[in-house]
């Protein structure tokens, strides 16, 4: 079986779950993946909001694949080998991703709702820097927060171990403006770990309320596919 491709759909499910109107989404992306300077990945394809909590993605490159993302179950098929797997959830896939992207909605990230309190704010050249602390009672599993500001948007976001070591940085930028959010039409994320990895997700061209193909809003697996199943 080929490598899955699962990866960050921040964008389209910001978008689709900021505004109940919204009734159909389309957006190109593309990822691209490094360890130590050396690329590792690089992913690029089509995401689909089909409506009620259904997605499809189309990867077009390296591989040629399939994700369907609904309530309780990821699908990735594989139309040239006609195989696919199957991971079954025991809580809404859809629901628990959209509760973590929901949060760039909010002026904090929503850092004050779960009890971080601003240590201390300062000016960076054109960036405000605020510096968040977490709740008392989670300082030995939680570790400070570094956000950055930008004429009203998030532009920066470094998150810290208990013991003050870096973890990651993530950074965004070309922003888009739908939905009365800004949305960021590009992100980077560093991970500090035994080796240093990037990710960069750019998106291209959302379109939203247009009226899907009809292949996509009626997508179904082939009779002939091979189905795995996985529950996690």
């Known amino acids: 079986m080929k490598k899955i491709y699962l990866f960050v759909i921040f964008f389209l499910l910001n978008s689709v779950y900021a505004n109940e109107e919204i009734k159909s989404a389309q957006i190109l992306f593309k990822k691209i993946v490094r360890e130590d300077k050396k690329e590792i990945d690089n992913v690029e394809g089509i995401m689909y909001f089909i409506g009620g909590e259904n997605i ?14 609904n309530n309780f179950t990821n699908t990735f098929y594989y139309p040239d080998e006609k195989n696919a797997v199957m991971i079954i959830y025991s809580k809404p896939v859809v629901s628990r991703t959209k509760m973590q992207f929901d949060l760039f909605g909010k002026e904090d990230m929503g850092l004050s709702d779960i009890g971080y309190k601003i240590e201390k704010s300062y000016k960076s050249n054109d960036i405000l820097i605020s510096i968040w602390t977490p709740p008392e009672k989670f300082k030995k599993q939680l570790g400070k927060v570094e956000l950055g500001m930008k004429k009203n948007k998030i ?78």
């Open 56 to 69: 499809l993605i189309k990867v077009t490159k390296p591989i040629n694949q399939i994700i369907l993302i």
């Open 155 to 232: 532009v920066l976001n470094k998150t810290y171990s208990p013991d003050g070591k870096l973890i990651s940085i993530a950074e965004f930028d070309n922003f888009y403006y739908i939905n009365k959010i800004n949305i960021p039409g590009k992100i980077k994320t560093t991970i500090f770990d035994k080796k240093v990895k990037e990710e960069e997700v750019t998106y291209i061209d959302p379109k939203i309320n247009i009226e899907l193909p009809a292949e996509i809003k009626n997508f179904k697996l082939p009779e002939n596919t091979k189905i795995k199943e996985t529950e996690w």
